[in-house]
DNA sequence: AATATATACATAATTTTCTTATGTATAAGA
DNA sequence: TCTTATACATAAGAAAATTATGTATATATT
């Protein structure tokens, strides 16, 4: 994902914030956004996106839907309802953490 | 830790920035200190602050010192020259890190 | 005096999340 | 023809945490 530990855990919000603001995406297209989105700077690795994706599904917050593009497999997710209140939730700890953080590492300013 | 996932990854950038701040501390003070600055918003686990320390420490970022203090053990750590170098990556990676990931949430206002 | 809470360390089993490696298959470009 | 891009998937292993224990002393409460 990155050279940096701190991305572990944030795979999920990335995702949920991302088909929160597409309406629908297949998983190559999330890794090719990322990618974009952060300038290189960080990139969902295989390995870690589809068994984050089966999971999100599994749980109820992913619906899938399976189209044939140029005679290629994609797999368009969307959020369901549960999965939309999810990256609200989602989103407020990322605030959160972010405010967190900036009081340890930065207590003269908060 | 806390109830968000997202701070997976962030206990050793807590710990060097703490003792950068303070000199010296011995881990139940590291407990304490994240608990008041963050208003119990993070609590540091002793199943992952101890191993924490043990691995910086083999690692040579941090040295210790043994004390006893009202008949009780204490492990005071502090920064080697090493310690203090990879606090500022630490701290870098993390400005890098909240920077992408507001990329990411909030791709209107970057 | 007895009990609970706080201080202070530690580790082991398990879980979660990710990396790395591998596999299949089609399309497009050099 | 061969490489790169597109598009999915999973399995083995590593890393970092949680949860559950364990030891021991000091202090506060009942």
Redesign the pocket.
């Known amino acids: 994902?990155?050279n940096s530990?701190l991305?572990?855990?944030?795979?999920?919000t990335i995702i949920l914030k991302l088909l929160n603001e597409h309406d629908k995406m297949?998983?190559?297209?999330?890794?090719?956004k990322v990618k974009a989105l952060t300038k290189g700077e960080l990139k969902?690795?295989?390995?870690?996106l589809?068994?984050?994706?089966?999971?999100l599904e599994a749980e109820g917050l992913l619906d899938v839907e399976v189209a044939k593009?140029?005679?290629?497999?994609?797999?368009?997710y969307k959020l369901t309802e549960t999965g939309t209140k999810e990256t609200v939730n989602k989103l407020e700890e990322l605030a959160e953490y972010i405010k967190t953080m900036q009081a340890l590492v930065n207590p003269k300013l908060v």
Chains 1, 2 share one sequence.
């Open positions: 994902m990155s530990k991305y572990k855990g944030s795979l999920n297949y998983g190559y297209e999330i890794t090719q969902i690795t295989e390995g870690a589809y068994p984050a994706l089966h999971k593009v140029d005679n290629r497999l994609r797999k368009y």
